[in-house]
């Protein structure tokens, strides 16, 4: 297994889903996720991040059944042709996270923070992996209706003590528990940039820390006329700022242009 704390781990995102904000209906199709996933693993990939349920801004729900029906040949895939590949499934649903689980899946990536099924809880503290906790104010359908906070940091930061106290309770090992402060997930631009140059303030949870900045809107915020398909630049840039900041592991779509910039910065501190 990883050591989370080594850093800097890429996540190569899989999404096997119809409409994703930045890939949506390119892996749908088993064969085309398998062939993405070797792809990702060529470029460097630590970890692969396999997702059947769209999270995006206003994404509809999908059912257990559905989702399961997308991720789970996948894992399973994967794990028989490459044994040794880290997989995080990434759900809200306590019954795909068990049998993405009993066909391999080493992580739970939880949007919900594991609060959306009550049953989350349990699965992961029973089966003893690591589970990453991301912030999120309100649900995918409603995240981007005005959020506020009093201070977007501190607001985070207490929403994830509070988590990691729920886990810890319940007996999941603290070294086990990784946090996202959840960029573009119930926040707005000037949120998201705040959150960007405080990461280091994210340390004093005790965890490691999980940074998804890839492609995502705010971007195209800053640069209006930015498809998700052409935020590669601004992803490089919010990952150096986590790299410079002491994040951990980094959830991309772009592994090869991401461990470039990483291996070019990595040099330039060398004495």
Known sequence: MIDFKKGPLLMGVVNVTPD???????????????????QL??????????GGESTRPNASPVSPAEEQSRVLPVIAALKKERPETIISVDTRHADTMEQAIAVGA?????????????????????????AILMHMQGTPETMQNKPEY??????????????????????VDQSKIICDPGIGFGKTLENNLTILKNLNKFHSLGCSILLGASR????????PGSPANERLAGSLAAAIQGLEQGVQIFRVHDVKETRQAFMLWQALQAP
């Not at 693993?41 to 396999?50: F, K, M, T, V, Y």
């Not at 995502?216 to 640069?223: G, H, N, R, T």
């Open 106 to 130: 080493d992580i739970i990536n939880d949007v919900s923070a594991l609060t959306h099924d009550p049953r989350s809880l349990d699965v992961v503290a029973k089966a003893k992996v690591p």
């Open 20 to 38: 994703s904000f930045s890939d949506g209906g390119n892996y749908l199709d088993p064969a085309a996720a398998l062939s993405h996933a070797r």
């Open 150 to 171: 009093n201070d977007v940091v501190e607001d985070i930061l207490a929403y994830l003590r509070e988590k990691i106290e729920k886990c810890e309770a319940a007996g």
């Open 216 to 223: 995502k809107s705010f971007i195209e915020k800053l640069v």
């Open 41 to 50: 693993l060529e470029e460097g990939a630590d970890i692969l991040d396999i």
